[in-house]
């Protein structure tokens, strides 16, 4: 049991450098937006939610398989809309701005929100 929360501890400073390191290496403001090398902060961490986003929609989607308790179908979808639009919010990075990402950002938001308060309200 002692080396389970060893690995946790490690797990979460991995996570803690992953995602506090760019922030503190931050280079420069530009137009009010924080760059990192060369890249805007804000989407390189949207990128990096959406790859937690999806690790947790796996772990959950795979224990509703194994449990089939409906709760955590919806708890898996919530996951999955909030890694949709991480990836749509960062997909800027990659390409150009489209008009239609942050409106449709703020359904898969509300939609992610809704998913996670059915699951939670669900027997």
Same mark, same amino acid.
């Given at each position: 049991m002692k080396n389970k929360n060893n690995l946790n501890y490690i797990f979460l400073l991995i996570l803690f450098v992953f995602f506090f390191i760019p922030v503190?290496?931050?280079q420069s403001i530009?137009?009010?937006d924080i760059m990192f090398q060369g890249l805007e902060l804000e989407k390189i961490l949207s990128f990096i939610i959406a790859i937690l986003c999806t690790i947790l929609f796996i772990i959950t989607f795979l224990a509703y398989k194994r449990d089939g308790r409906k709760r955590l179908f919806f708890v898996s979808m919530a996951f999955l809309l909030f890694a949709i639009k991480? /990836? /749509?919010i960062s997909s800027e990075l990659f390409i150009a701005e489209i008009e239609f990402f942050n409106p449709l950002a703020i359904i898969l938001e509300f939609g992610a929100v809704l998913s =996670? =308060?059915?699951g939670t309200i669900k027997k």
């Open positions: 503190i290496n931050a530009e137009d009010g991480s /990836l /749509l =996670f =308060f059915y």
